[in-house]
């Protein structure tokens, strides 16, 4: 696990590669080793599998000016040894999940990667990144990539495709994990959770402790080797720099300087898989719709000269979105770049379904009966969305354009959050009122009548809070071409 080495002043990482037997951990760590000018360390084989772990050393890149030491390590994956697996696991600030993508292999792939899931989900401390490193992408029937991603879902475990038995994708990987891990450490540091101690021959230690501090067999580990390759430098006035001119924010951008720490990097690097352009509108804001899925947002006020007044820009930010979490959709980040001679902040939100494209767009085209169902819906989710945005402390603009549906089938609020949040919102009631009343359907005396009984159907069943909110609506609503005993 990640810790200054008081020694040296040096951060140790590890980087722990997972996955099936014989996807191609070992494979993908020589691969590395190659590049690094060194070579890997295996303890103990059998019928030339990994009985314990493949290990490799390697200094490269700074963190606050502190040299980075990677320990790189696979895990034995055959079940006899998950025991030792499930002990590597537990030290890992990074996991490199390398699986067979090919059609006979992807089953098993998924069984393990579910059972990483949860290991990794019990581990106390900032959640530990992972890398699907995707391999055997060479193969006659590999698994289509976009079942890949629909496995994987947005925004939780980064893609890379690779072949490791000629190297390729191996390193992208790395680089990535090595970001994700720092990410880690970063958050680690914020809440005073980054140890000191004394690594020595990490190797031998681990090896006595997998054995159960049975004598060493006589293996000695490599030395670590020197710095051969910069792989990453996280000096951000530096690396930010190479920004300059650049408007859309980079995937290389430090540790620091996004949110949330770890997932966020991953739904950076899944929104800029394709680049746009994003251009100003006459509010001074710059929007751009990527290819990716994603949308790109940044207000005229979020640009900043200084790094020190932007990064506490991005912290206020981000507290913000911390605390609307129940609501907040989650396939979004904010992340800070350079750009303009200065740095400007971003949010990267996945577009999703709005209730106005799942219950009211068509409306028109439908019996009156089936229109008062869809449009009575939109009003129970928008009526639902805000009273949750009330109980916040920077109440999001819920509207029937901004909120959406969860995969559990909550409300969800999809819209661009505010910079500075937003002030005192309508009752859910006078909202939800305002926004129907404008919808074309609700022209129709006819369907006006026919929504109104499907809401009061509503009201009579709902709980407080939203039964008060929708009598309210009711009232707002009220056809006079209903009699009084239709009212009631």
């Not at 496995?151 to 191996?170: C, H, K, M, P, Y």
């Not at 390759?229 to 924010?249: I, M």
């Not at 932007?310 to 979105?321: F, K, P, T, V």
Request: aromatic share 6%; charged share 25%.
């Amino acid at each position: 696990m990640a810790a200054v080495d008081p020694t040296d002043n040096t951060l140790v990482l590890d980087v722990v590669y997972d996955g099936p037997p014989e996807a191609g951990k070992t494979t993908s760590v020589r691969a590395l080793a190659r590049g690094f000018g060194r070579d890997v360390y295996t303890p103990e084989e059998q019928h030339g599998r990994t009985a314990y772990f493949d290990w490799l050393e390697h200094v490269g890149g700074r963190f606050d000016g502190a040299p980075i030491r990677f320990q790189i390590l696979t895990v034995p994956g055959q079940q006899r040894w998950q025991e030792r697996r499930i002990h590597l696991l537990s030290r890992a600030d990074v996991v490199v999940f390398v699986a067979d993508t090919s059609q006979g292999g992807w089953p098993r792939a998924l069984r393990h990667l579910n059972d990483l899931g949860q290991r990794l989900e019990a581990r106390t401390g900032p959640p530990v990144g992972v890398v699907f490193q995707a391999n055997q992408r060479d193969a006659a029937d590999a698994v289509p990539l976009d079942a890949i991603q629909a496995q994987l879902g947005s925004g939780r475990i980064a893609l890379v495709e690779s072949v490791a038995s000629e190297g390729a994708g191996v390193r992208e990987a790395f680089v990535f994990a090595v970001r994700l891990a720092l990410d880690r450490v970063r958050e680690q540091q914020r809440l005073g959770d980054l140890p000191a101690a004394n690594h020595g021959p990490a190797a031998e230690r681990l090896l006595a402790e997998l054995r159960g501090k049975e004598p060493d067999a006589g293996a000695e580990a490599r030395a670590a080797p020197s710095s051969l390759v910069e792989l990453t430098t996280e000096r951000t006035d530096a690396v930010l720099s190479t920004g300059a001119g650049r408007l859309l924010p980079d995937v290389d951008v430090p540790s620091g300087l996004i949110w949330p720490p770890i997932e966020g990097r991953i739904l950076l690097r899944e929104a800029l898989t394709s680049q746009g352009e994003a251009s100003a509108g006459a509010d001074g804001a710059y929007r751009t719709l990527l290819a990716s899925g994603y949308r790109a947002h940044s207000t005229a006020d979020a640009w900043f000269p200084q790094l020190d007044e932007a990064r506490e820009a991005l912290i206020n930010w981000a507290r913000m979105h911390a605390g609307a979490q129940p609501l907040l959709s989650r396939a979004r980040c904010v992340v800070l770049g350079a750009a303009e001679g200065g740095f400007r902040l971003w949010q990267l939100v996945r577009v999703e379904p709005s209730l106005r494209q799942l219950f009211v767009d068509g409306c028109d085209d439908m019996i009156p009966r089936h229109a008062a169902r869809q449009l009575a819906s939109a009003c129970r989710m928008l009526g639902r969305a805000l009273a949750l945005a009330e109980l916040q402390a920077s109440p999001l603009p819920c509207t029937l354009d901004s909120v959406g549906i969860s995969e559990s089938g909550d409300p969800s609020y999809i819209g661009d959050f505010p910079l500075h949040g937003v002030g005192a919102t309508r009752k859910a009631g006078e909202q939800v009122a305002a926004e129907l009343r404008a919808l074309p359907a609700l022209r129709d005396p006819a369907q006006r009548a026919d929504l109104f009984h499907q809401l009061a159907h509503y009201h009579r069943l709902e709980r407080a809070p939203l039964r008060e909110e929708l009598g309210a609506l009711l009232a707002a609503l009220e056809s006079p071409e209903l009699s009084r005993r239709e009212r009631s």
